[in-house]
C-alpha cells in the first residue's frame, strides 16, 4: 500500500488570512544522510503568528521554504522517524522539535547522537541554531509520554519566557520593581508571571482585555492585573520594565505617557494583537526605547555562563514547578485535519481563542492516522 501523500499548510507572507493547502506525493527515496519524519501532530497558540511577524526580520521563513510570496509557519510537536539514511538516527525514533504545519519533513543531520540531531540542510545555514535541534524522546529530561500535549504547547514559550525572565534579572530590572506585561492571558505571559513571581525581585502585573479579566485574576500569578484602557490606574512613580507580547501600538504608547521616565525597559516579545501594530515605533515616546528579546542569544550566553547541562538544569526544575502549575487551568483541545487546522489558525489570528484551552492539531484525518497516541 502506497504512504499517504503529503500535505503541508501554506500562508500568504503579507497577508496571513490568505492561505491554502499543498498536496503532493509522499516523499520518496532519500539521498545518504537524509531522515524522514512523519510529523504526529504539532501545538498551535498565539506565539505562532509571531514567528510570522518576525518571519522576514528573523529569517523564521527560511527554516521551511515555499514557493515565492509564501511561508510555512513553524510549530513545535512530535514527529516519528519512519525512515532514515543516517547511521545515527534509527527508525522509529521519536523526536520533539520545531517542525511545518505539515504531514511529513525531511531533514539532513549534521549531528546527530542519542540525546540530539541537529538539522543541518544548506536552507537552515546560519539561523537560529536552537531551532535546528530535534530532542530524541527517549533521552530528553523534560519527557513525560503522558506530558506530550503541553510540552508542545508550552515549552517552546516557557523558554522563550524563563529566558526573557533571566534577561531581565541580570540587569536587577533595570532598577525596576515591577513587570508590566501585555496580553496577560496568553500562555507566554502566563509563563512569565509564574517565573517572575518564583524569583520575587519584581512584581508581576498584568494587562488584559476585559473578556479574559476574570481568568488572568483566578491564576494567581499576577500580583495585580489591570484593563488596558485602565493602565493609568498603577502608579506612575514605580520605577518599571514593559514586556509586550500583544504588539498593539495604543497600548505601548499608553503605557509609554503613563509612566515616562519610570518606564527603564521596554522588551518586545509577542504580537498577539498583530493587527494593531504600528508600521513603525513612535520615537517620540517618553521611556525607554523598545527593543526585540531573541531567545536563542541568551541561549547561547546561558550555554556559556552555566554550560549545556546547566542550562538545562535549571529549565527544567523551573518548567517542572510551572507544568504541576498548570494542570489546574490548562484544557488541552485536540483536533486533527484540514478543517481542524484551518480553523484553529483563523480563531487564532482573530483572537477568538479562549486562554484556559490549549489547540494541538495535526494535518493527518484522525487520531489513529496521527499515530494513536
Known sequence: MADPQSLDFIVNRKQWSEHHFEEGPAPGDLAAGQVLFRVDRFAFTANNISYALAGDMLRYWDFFPAREGCGRIHTMGFGDVVASRHPEVAEGTRCFGFYPMSRYLVIEPSHATATQIVDGVAHRQGLAPAYNQYSPAKADALYAADREDPLMLMRGLFMTSFLAEDFLAESSHHGARQVLITSASSKTSIALAF?????????????????????????????????????????????????????????????????????????????????????????GLPGAKPEFFFAPGQIQKRSQDWGPEGLQERLGGAWGAFCDA??????????????????????TLAGRTRPAEG??????????????R
Open 195 to 283: 517565573v517572575v513571581a518564583q524569583r520575587g525581585s519584581a512584581k508581576a502585573v498584568g494587562l488584559t482585555s476585559a473578556r479574559n479579566l476574570d481568568f488572568v485574576r483566578q491564576l494567581g500569578f499576577y500580583d495585580e492585573v489591570r484593563l488596558y484602557e485602565d493602565v493609568a490606574s498603577l502608579s506612575a512613580d514605580d520605577p518599571t520594565v514593559l514586556v509586550d507580547m500583544a504588539g498593539d501600538a495604543t497600548v505601548n504608547a499608553a503605557a509609554h505617557r503613563h509612566f515616562g521616565d519610570a518606564l527603564r525597559y521596554h522588551c518586545n516579545i509577542g504580537a498577539t494583537h498583530w493587527d494593531a501594530r504600528a508600521a513603525a515605533p513612535d520615537e
Open 326 to 347: 498548570s494542570d489546574a487551568w490548562l484544557r488541552v483541545v485536540r483536533g486533527y485535519g484540514r478543517e481542524a487546522v484551518e480553523q484553529v489558525y483563523l480563531d
Open 359 to 372: 489547540h494541538v492539531i495535526s494535518l493527518w484525518d484522525d487520531e489513529a492516522a496521527a499515530g494513536g
